[in-house]
């Protein structure tokens, strides 16, 4: 079935702790997004990627890093994570060609809980 | 601060009743994205539109660009409707939208 994965589904992680989400779409869209949801806020985009080689930052970048070495995946790192960085954690792709018809698909979250 | 601002946050409707989800942003946009959240956390796309109306199903979407308004609309609701709809808009031309906090739709049988 076409759409994306995360790994993984949730984790409690010690502050300080290194961390890779993980996320892989089949779908060949390509931007591909991270946003974090928490509770009473809006989605926010962490980072996102236009097409393959390409990243950019988003509204809460800080404490996160991503990359997109190619279409498919798109991991995002926290290098040493801190009890802020508890949320939960979307991955989203879209195909900028057919944006107005698709709209984004989203991978069903990753729930992080940093101690 | 949150450029996106919808109403009502909580709503709760007797099955058959016709929902109407409001959402007004403050600055100039080109294009609104309405999704919907299952009580499991799956986001769904609903629709993306930057004019006029769009229609799938029972759900109608419409939105006024010179009155910064947007509606969602569900005819005949369904208990299975329950969901939290949330209204999403993008500002230029990249792909980062800015979301609003949501409302949770109850359709009670």
């Known amino acids: 079935i076409a759409g994306i994965t995360q790994a993984p589904t949730s984790q409690i992680l010690a502050a300080g702790r290194r961390m890779t989400l993980r996320c892989t779409q089949d779908m060949r869209h390509n931007a591909m997004y991270w946003y974090r949801q928490d509770l009473g806020l809006g989605l926010r985009l962490i980072h996102y990627?236009?097409?393959?080689?390409?990243?950019g930052k988003g509204e809460v970048p800080d404490g996160y890093s991503v990359s997109r070495a190619n279409t498919d995946d798109f991991p995002l790192t926290l290098a040493s994570a801190v009890p802020s960085q508890t949320s939960v954690y979307f991955c989203?792709?879209?195909?900028?060609?057919?944006?107005?018809?698709?709209?984004?698909?989203f991978g069903s979250g990753t729930r992080l809980t940093v101690v | 601060k949150n450029e996106v601002e919808q109403s009502p946050q909580n709503l709760t409707a007797q099955e058959g009743e016709f929902i109407t989800i409001n959402c007004s942003y403050s600055?100039?946009?080109?294009?609104l994205h309405w999704l919907q959240q299952h009580p499991g956390g799956g986001i769904v796309s609903l629709f993306m539109l930057s004019s006029g109306k769009k229609k799938h199903g029972r759900l109608i979407a419409t939105i006024n660009i010179q009155e910064k308004h947007s509606s969602l609309h569900i005819t005949a609701s369904h208990p299975r409707d329950s969901a939290v709809y949330i209204c999403a808009v993008r500002q230029g031309t990249g792909n980062q939208f800015y979301f609003g906090t949501g409302t949770s739709l109850t359709v009670i049988p």
């Open positions: 600055v100039g946009i080109s294009a």
């Open positions: 989203a792709s879209s195909d900028s060609v057919l944006l107005f018809d698709y709209g984004y698909t």
């Open positions: 990627s236009n097409t393959a080689g390409t990243t």
